[in-house]
Each structure stands twice: as C-alpha cells, then as structure tokens.
C-alpha cells in the first residue's frame, strides 16, 4: 500500500477539492469515535500526536511513540478499520519540548525523538525547528537558513530510521514530510488580547520552500526532498478561547496563488478548530489540503459527557449520593493543579471558573486522564447502562435522541457520547471530501 496523503496531494494538484481531516488527540474515546465514523462513511483516518503528547519520555500522554502506535492498533482492531487506512502522524517534531537546552543537547534529543517516531511506524512527519533553543540570540529572528539547517539534520534522522524499519519490515511505507510552522503553538493562544492573525506572505513562504530545498541538498537528500509533500503556512485562522478567527479567502488569496507554482507541494493548516463546514472546504479548495483539529474534537466530547451529567442529575434528583458529580470532580482537579490551562485564561475569578468548564480551548481535556475524573466518568456510564431515558436524551442530546428512535444509534453512554464527536467530524467530512480517497 502506499501513503494515503499521497492521493491526497494528487488530486490536489489536479485541481480536485479533496483534503484530510488530522485528529489532532490522544483521547482513546475521541480516537474510537473517529474510527467508527471512519468506519461508517467508508473514510481514510489521519490521526496525529504531537511531540508533547508523545515522546521518547511518554509526553504528558504517558506514551512513547511505539506505545501510542500500539493504542491505535488495538483501538483499528476494536473498530474493524483496517490499519491500511489510517496514517499515522507525527505534529512539531523537533525541539518543542527541548527548547531550553543549547543546541546540540536540544538536536540531540529532537534527533531521538524523530527515530523513534519513525521506527515505530509513522508515515507522516512534521518537522518543526522554527523555535529558538538556549543558544539562540533572544533578540533576533531565527533565520530561515537555520531552520531548515535543522530540519534537514533531522530529515537525516528520519530517512536514516525508515531504512533501519524497511530492513525489519520490507512493506513498510515510506513517510512524508510537512516542513515549516507559521502557526500559534501548540495547544492554542496564550495572550489575553486578541491580537489577530496575520496571513503568511508569499514571499515568505516562497522563501521557507528554497531554504529547506538547499538544506536537503546540502544533506545530500536529494531524495528525500521528494517525499517533503506540504509546508504549514498561516492562512488567517486560529482557534482560541472564546471560539476562531474565521477564514476569510480574500485575504488569503495571494497565498492560495502561491501554491499552484508547487507542482509536489500543498499547504497545512493548523488550528482550523470552529471554523464553519463551508470555511473549511474553501480552504481545501483554495489550496489547504490538510486540515488539522484538536480542541474541536475534545470539546465535543466534553459536551456530551456534560450533557450525560445533566441528565444525570435530573433523573438522580432524588438521590444525589449516586451521582457521579462529573463535572464537580472535573473541576476540582483543574482547580488543584492549575498548570495546564492558567496561561490560557485570563479574566475575574468568576469568568476563568466559567471558562473552565465551557471555553473553546478546551484545556479541561487534560484532566480527563486524572484518575478520579476518569472514576467519575464510568460512575456516569454506569448510571446510564441501561441507557439514557428518552425525554431527558431529547432534552440534553436531541440529534442523538433521533437517531436512537430512528434505530442508527445504540442507546449507550458511550456511543452517545462518541457519536456527539461524530457530529463535529461531519463537518470536517463535508470540507474534505475525503470520501473520494
């Protein structure tokens, strides 16, 4: 089999309006959801993790990368899709996570990253160098040459690992590359003031493609240029606290031009989460064949456990000692340990509580793994085994209460929670077109 993202950039360049979703996530339920929907609309899946998600010291996922690959396996086997049809990526692999260190410790360790996602089976690599690390002049922009000098470095690393797996595994399949990163970083904007976003200039995109194609031939990686397929650029969109910037093709549009001067590349867009169904297939007809979401996937999730617990509480009215007080124990663990979203709220006590639970950022997705809120969310489950009542599943879960009268959709905590990640996925469905791969 070849690489699925392959198909991808040809039709691409035949002018056909066709790109991925990337499920940007290491959520095991949002991931099943993707998975059975991919299953149910006969759809390839792209799923990625990003480099501090997963990493050679586990991420804050707790998985190295042959362990994430070893989740998806037995998730595609639980699901009944074939591994064949998923790819596998890997997101800002490079020295994200090691920016403090100088630059050989931090190469060193971006270098081991790199193999060991690559080793483990991955066929899709963004390779990102463009933060600084200790050594860099804090006063200075890090120039293009130096960016790609590193990437090409790790380019080295990465053909160098595929060929140990080949030797190993003689089906394997060959990665593609995703090189630059004109994105917010990744998890989302920290600034409390909406700045706004500013569109890549085509020069400076043009210029991005030159400096990574003379470092790969430096590299003597003539080669491996061919399998670079895409460049992330910043095409106006951003997901952010209080919802997107929304896609605006019109200032887009010199960009977009660029593009058709690349005969072997397409563009990346990152944080398209929130965008409307039809701001996400212009952006895939204007040249963006990719179309990452993160947050987006999680916060649905989050709504249907809180739809869960709301229907919860009204049929436990009576006994509030069996409630599984999801959302309490949810907040309470934010509340205890801060980290993970206190540079991404800002505002009065009241409206950081508030944000907590509802902002489209969604950093309570990090606190879904705490043991105690895991507890509280089977507690939610188990309440429901024999499923939600039908009045309050038309209540809190409308478009899942008609599925289940319509008999399309088992009348099961989980399933209606993973078919209201579903409902989000359709609308990356409909950008995509990815039906046609």
Excluded at 142 to 148: M, S
Excluded at 330 to 357: F, V
Aim: hydrophobic share 40%.
């Amino acid at each position: 089999m070849g690489n699925i993202m392959l198909d991808v950039l040809k039709k691409q360049k035949e002018g056909r309006p066709v790109g991925i979703y990337s499920a940007c996530t290491g959520n095991a339920l949002v991931l099943e959801a993707c998975m059975r929907h991919a299953v149910a609309t006969g759809t390839p899946l792209l799923i990625e993790a990003t480099a501090n998600q997963v990493d050679q010291y586990g991420g804050y996922t707790g998985k190295k990368p042959a362990q994430f690959m070893e989740m998806i396996r037995d998730l595609a086997e639980k699901t009944g899709l074939a591994m064949d049809r998923i790819v596998l990526g890997g997101d800002h692999l490079g020295p994200l996570t090691f920016a403090g260190y100088e630059e050989e410790k931090a190469m060193a360790e971006s270098s081991e990253l790199i193999r060991q996602y690559v080793e483990a089976g991955f066929t899709k690599i963004h390779i990102d160098t463009s933060m600084k690390v200790a050594s860099d002049d804090p006063q200075t922009r890090l120039p293009d040459e130096v960016i790609a000098r590193r990437g090409a470095h790790l380019a080295r690393v990465a053909e160098d690992a595929f060929s140990r797996l080949k030797e190993k595994d003689p089906d394997a399949v060959h990665p593609v590359y995703i090189v630059g990163s004109e994105v917010p970083i990744p998890g989302g904007s920290q600034a409390a003031v909406d700045t706004g976003v500013k569109v890549t200039e085509p020069d400076d995109f043009r210029a991005t493609v030159e400096a990574f194609r003379q470092a790969f031939a430096a590299e003597g990686l003539e080669e491996a240029w061919k399998h670079v397929i895409g460049v992330v650029v910043q095409p106006g969109v951003e997901e952010k606290d209080a919802g997107c910037t929304e896609y605006d093709r019109a200032k887009a549009a010199h960009l977009m031009a660029a593009i058709r001067e690349y005969p072997t590349l397409m563009f990346e867009g990152h944080s398209t989460d929130y965008q409307t169904k039809i701001h996400l297939r212009e952006l895939v007809e204007d040249g963006v064949g990719i179309l990452k979401v993160g947050p987006g996937l999680t916060l649905a999730l989050r709504e249907g456990l809180f739809a869960l617990a709301f229907a919860e509480k009204e049929m436990l009215a009576h006994a509030p000692e069996k409630q599984s007080r999801f959302m309490e124990v949810l907040d309470e663990a934010m509340c205890r340990d801060p980290k993970y979203y206190q540079k991404h709220y800002h505002g009065t006590p009241e409206e950081i509580a508030l944000k907590r639970k509802y902002s489209f950022s969604d950093r309570c997705r990090y606190y879904l793994p705490v043991p105690e809120v895991e507890e509280a969310m089977n507690k939610l489950f188990a309440n429901f085994e024999n499923g939600v009542p039908l009045n309050l599943l038309s209540q809190f879960m409308p478009i899942q209460y008609t599925k289940v009268r319509e008999g399309s959709l088992e009348n099961r905590p989980e399933m209606l929670v993973m078919d209201r990640v579903a409902n989000t996925i359709d609308e990356y469905l409909y950008g995509t077109r990815q039906q046609e791969l």
